[in-house]
């Protein structure tokens, strides 16, 4: 199972582009990373996912290097209410999908 | 529209009476999970069902049993509910199991033992 590493908090400013970076070095061929949003007393929320390179939605991107040991989730011109928990996710063996790392804590200042 | 329905949203019960939360989704899902939070903790996965079949985390305590009667409802139960079990537990639904899934979470259960 494809362990992930994550900062535990960071701090932005209104406005600011913030990426918050996911180690993952025994990630397997056929994993994807998966990146979810967490606000307080409520579930998480599908944010983004990709193999390799990069992948853009309307609320982040995702930065995949060649080896696939690491990702970054970009959050462009953050807001107050992009204050939250982030998780990365590594898809693991069948049976074992969706174990959550510690995740990093963001706070937006304004 | 909620797509995973957790019923209730706050729960109080009494330390070692049995207790049940219920999930209920309307994607038909095949994999229904459940998981328990604590506070300023990572969600921890308890279990999880891929259409009938259940498979348990190793190192999920016997006092957590759970149940799917049918594709659209999952039920989670605390035989013996301790103090240590006050949590949020998240239902979560899948497509499938693959890694290029995405899950679905319901808003949560919190669980309070008195």
């Known amino acids: 199972l494809a362990k992930t590493t994550q900062p535990i908090s960071m701090d932005s400013y209104e406005g600011q582009e913030v990426n918050i970076t996911c180690s993952h070095n025994n990630i397997a061929t056929n994993d994807y990373i998966t990146w979810y949003q967490q606000f307080p007393s409520q579930g998480p929320r599908f944010i983004i996912q990709g193999y390799k390179t990069k992948v853009t939605n309307e609320v982040a991107s995702l930065f995949i290097p060649a080896d696939r040991k690491s990702s970054t989730l970009s959050l462009p011109r953050v807001s107050l209410s992009d204050t939250a928990v982030y998780y990365c996710?590594?898809?693991?063996?069948?049976?074992?999908?969706?174990?959550f790392g510690p995740g990093t804590r963001l706070s937006v200042l304004p | 529209d909620a797509m995973v329905i957790q019923n209730p949203r706050y729960q109080v019960t009494q330390f070692g009476k049995p207790v049940t939360l219920s999930c209920s989704q309307t994607l038909n899902h095949n994999v229904m999970y459940w998981y328990q939070q604590k506070s300023s903790q990572a969600p921890k996965l308890l279990f999880h069902y891929y259409d009938k079949d259940f498979n348990n985390e190793a190192d999920t305590p016997d006092n957590f049993q759970s149940r799917r009667p049918n594709t659209s409802f999952c039920f989670l139960d605390i035989r013996s509910p301790g103090l240590g079990d006050a949590a949020m537990y998240l239902c979560?639904?899948?497509?499938?199991?693959?890694?290029?899934?995405?899950?679905?979470f319901g808003q949560g259960t919190r669980l309070t033992v008195v």
């Open positions: 996710l590594v898809g693991g063996l069948r049976g074992q999908n969706f174990v």
């Open positions: 979560a639904t899948s497509r499938e199991l693959g890694t290029n899934t995405e899950a679905f």
